[in-house]
């Protein structure tokens, strides 16, 4: 079974559609994010989540929420969706290990918003 | 302000060797990532360096020069299952700064 896991695997939806993308692991890590990909532009980070009760914005939060439901479980909601929220959306996880701290990716949610 | 710059494609034939460069401004620096990612997949983790110097791990090596902001992933022996994005990531203050990927593509 995969360490994390996201779903749906694909999502087509409309404008002003409430969207929720969930990701779950089993890897015991802490740390969970949420990023998105669009072409030519590299992953950007939307929020992160150090433990349960630890939210942060990232980069790109506007027009995103998350909630860090336990600690394998961390889920982006989309409260209005729009055209521009298409993407491709990654779930990593990661664990600070002797000043290390690799971030381990879901296998992404494609979004497409009409 | 924070930066990460790498090439966007390059091309290369199979069984050579290819150098993917790195440059990276970023607040708090605390390590150099690099990740390969194959069209329509999740990134998968390749090397991390935090320290000054070469780290080689089978035919993927990674460079890095903190002074310089600088760091380069080389890959030997090249094979077609290496076509793939490689993303240069620098690790500051708890996240990551991602480049937008070099796409290589690598020929028979």
């Known amino acids: 079974d995969a360490d994390v896991t996201q779903t749906p695997r694909n999502r087509i939806t409309k404008t002003g559609k409430r969207i929720m993308l969930e990701c779950s692991q089993t890897?015991?890590?802490?740390?969970m994010y949420w990023y998105r990909q669009d072409p030519g532009l590299g992953l950007r980070l939307i929020y992160y989540s150090f433990d349960v009760k630890d939210i942060n914005k990232g980069e790109i939060s506007d027009g995103y929420s998350v909630s860090r439901q336990a600690q394998a479980k961390f889920s982006l909601s989309l409260e209005s969706a729009i055209p521009n929220q298409t993407a491709l959306y990654f779930c990593?996880?990661?664990?600070?290990?002797?000043?290390?701290?690799?971030?381990?990716f879901g296998p992404g949610t494609r979004l497409t918003v009409l | 302000g924070q930066n990460i710059d790498q090439p966007t494609e390059m091309t290369a034939t199979e069984g050579a060797i290819v150098q993917i460069n790195c440059t990276y401004q970023?607040?708090?620096?605390?390590?150099l990532f690099w990740y390969q990612q194959h069209a329509g997949e999740a990134p998968t983790f390749l090397s991390y360096?935090?320290?000054?110097g070469l780290e080689e791990k089978g035919r993927f090596s990674s460079f890095l020069s903190r002074s310089k902001g600088y760091s380069y992933l080389l890959l030997k022996e090249l094979q077609m299952k290496d076509s793939a994005s490689y993303l240069c990531a620098a690790g500051g203050y708890n996240k990551l700064i991602f480049g937008a990927g070099t796409r290589l593509a690598v020929h028979p």
């Open positions: 970023t607040s708090g620096f605390n390590g």
């Open positions: 890897k015991g890590h802490d740390r």
């Open positions: 360096n935090v320290l000054d």
């Open positions: 990593a996880t990661s664990h600070r290990d002797r000043g290390t701290d690799t971030q381990y």
